[in-house]
Every structure is written in C-alpha cells, then in structure tokens.
C-alpha cells in the first residue's frame, strides 16, 4: 500500500464561517466518494485557503464529519497576482492500493477553472 496525494478544489461564495465548513465538506465529501476512502486510511490532510477566506479553518469542517484522529493543518495559498479568489483547496494523503492515474483528484463549483482537465461533470457544480 502506498501513500498517494490527492487534490481538491472548490470556490466559496462569501468570506463567512458557515461558507467555508459547508465548501470544506462538500469538496471533502466528493473526493471520498470518487476515491472510495476510508478515514481510517487517511495520514493527514492539509487545507489552504486563498487569503480573502479568513472567517474559518476549514479543517472545522473535517472536525464536524467525525475526522478526530485525522492531522488536520490549514494554511494559506501564494497570493499570486490574477489568481482564483475566495478558493479552497484540500491535499489529502491517502493510504491506498490505487495507483497514480487511478485516484480522482476534485475541482468543483469556480475551482473547475483551475483544472479542466480534472474536472468531471460528475463533481463540477458552478455557482
């Protein structure tokens, strides 16, 4: 079994604390689903946000879906000229069987942009 990155990115509608858990669990959400992961498999999971989302920590989020034992870390993104605002991303490591182009990395709702590569109609939602 190997530990594996997987990515995720989603956009948040206002700087407010009830925005950024309910986006933090909806990406978290749909990234355990694509990949099919157990919690228990989980050896920690880092946040970021870009610097406009400063009302919450994500990570709140995990802590409300039951994520106690998970080490959880929230930070903020490079403030890149030009780049996506109000943008919430997760980098979870995974202990998993599935290989490098088998795990489903999750771009939705603004953060679609950002990898359309990625982005499946399945998990993109725009708002």
């Not at 509608?13 to 228990?40: G, S, T, V, W």
């Not at 610097?51 to 039951?66: C, I, T």
Request: proline content about 6%.
């Amino acid at each position: 079994m190997a530990v594996r990155g997987i990515r995720g990115a989603t956009t948040v509608d206002r700087n407010e604390r009830d925005e950024i858990i309910a986006a933090a669990k909806e990406l978290l959400q749909a990234i355990i689903e694509a990949n099919e992961i157990d919690p228990d498999d989980v050896a920690s999971a880092w946040f970021t946000t870009t610097a406009d989302l400063n009302a919450e920590f994500p990570a709140v989020g995990a802590r409300q879906m039951g994520w106690t034992s998970v080490p959880l870390m929230c930070g903020h993104e490079m403030s890149v000229p030009g780049s996506l605002p109000m943008c919430l991303r997760i980098l979870l490591h995974v202990n998993t069987d599935k290989g490098p182009h088998e795990v489903q990395h999750i771009y939705i709702r603004g953060a679609s942009a950002l990898r359309p590569d990625l982005s499946t109609s399945t998990f993109s939602t725009a708002r």
